[in-house]
């Protein structure tokens, strides 16, 4: 039994620093979940994500099915350097049409 003297502890709320390390941690957790629920939805989930050295020249894809490089380092001349993150299907078929995901690295 608490004594009469006594404080209770009231939870403390995260700073605004806390807040968005956590917001951080979380957005890419939760953009990947999202991802999956609109694939399951779609009927066309995939239990594991894809990884490969080069682009998808065989299999049945689906319009916004995503494969990531696994080889991935900094490509193009100088002052458009840019990492080749992934391709992503834009097209349905077998292998489906692929585009290129580039991030620019400002090199």
Known sequence: MARLNEVPLLPRLASTDEMRQLHQALAPLLRATAIKANQLAAGRF?????????????????????VRNSNRTELGAATFKYVLMGWVCVASGTPGTWVQMRVLTGN
Do not use: C, K, M, R
């Not at 994500?49 to 995503?66: L, M, R, S």
């Open 46 to 66: 995939v239990a594991l994500d894809e990884t490969a050295a080069a682009i998808p020249t065989v299999g049945t894809w689906q319009q916004g099915d995503e």
